[in-house]
């Protein structure tokens, strides 16, 4: 394509070319390691009027669609979410840290991998039927759901779910994360529909989409283990086992409390 040579038409030419740019730049956003997370912007209803900006509203299955990205304002509390799952060996880890700790964590794991979750299901189970453990809808294949159709959208969530009900005895609703952190009003529109009035995001992250060293893990933990994050890990790589201690007592030497989404953003009670 040839540059107009009138001086106006040049700088429109020029102009649509730096936009082109900057949307490619931007569609490649990722929890990559050495970034912040990078949650993808939303449209969603703000506050009610006189309300705390931080505080959603509404988060039940009724509610209006709420973004979550940090915790409430005034809490040491801190939400530890741990996505996907491809590895048996840490999502084992995990599972027991739990068991053995008592500590509350939110599971986001993928049906695809059922290989590793399927066999911890008998642990699981009273985890999460004591609170301590829950698991929210994070899709069946992990694919961004952006560029689906509204059918396809529905199966992915509807999968998953179904995977875990008979798996693990529970629900996800009303809490999903959508793959890579990639979702837009129309997509949180259709997961609505389906009772998943919270797109979960995240504040915080070890940085463990990838491998990283342990020192790069921890720095990250260091970083984000604050009051309210929401702390985003992956249970894909084996250098968080042998930090889990570590967590747990950077945890309490900051004196946060661990929660679940749900005890975190609790649903209306009808």
């Not at 209803?45 to 209006?64: F, H, K």
């Not at 880890?93 to 399927?118: C, D, E, K, M, Q």
Request: include cysteine.
């Amino acid at each position: 394509m040839r540059a107009p040579r009138n001086p106006v038409e040049r700088r429109a030419f020029f102009g649509l070319l730096a936009l082109g740019a900057a949307v490619a730049v931007t569609g490649c956003a990722d929890d990559r390691p050495g970034t912040a997370p990078s949650p993808t912007a939303t449209t969603s209803p703000g506050p009610p009027s006189g309300s705390d900006p931080d505080v959603p509203a509404d988060t039940g299955a009724d509610g209006p669609t709420r973004v979550l990205s940090k915790g409430p304002a005034g809490s040491n509390q801190i939400a530890l979410t741990v996505d996907d799952g491809y590895s048996n060996e840490v999502v084992a880890g995990y599972v027991a840290f739990a068991h053995r700790t008592g500590i509350h964590l939110t599971f986001s794991p993928n049906g695809l991998y059922a290989h590793a979750w399927a066999p911890h299901a008998a642990t699981l189970t009273p985890l999460i039927e004591a609170g301590q453990v829950q698991i929210i809808n994070h899709t069946y294949n992990h694919h961004d759901l952006r560029p689906m159709t509204d059918a396809q959208i529905r199966a992915e969530l509807e999968r998953n779910d179904e995977w875990v009900s008979t798996t693990f005895g529970t629900r996800t609703t009303p809490y999903y994360r959508p793959p890579f952190g990639f979702h837009n009003p129309h997509v949180d529109g259709v997961a609505a529909e389906l009772g998943y009035r919270n797109t979960v995001m995240w504040n915080g992250s070890y940085g463990d989409s990838k491998l990283v060293t342990p020192d790069y893990l921890m720095s990250q933990a260091r970083r984000y283990l604050q009051p309210g994050t929401i702390l985003l890990g992956h249970a894909n790589h084996p250098t968080v086992l042998g930090l889990l201690d570590q967590i747990a007592d950077l945890v309490r030497q900051r004196n946060l409390t661990p929660v679940t989404l749900r005890e975190m953003f609790p649903p209306a009670e009808h």
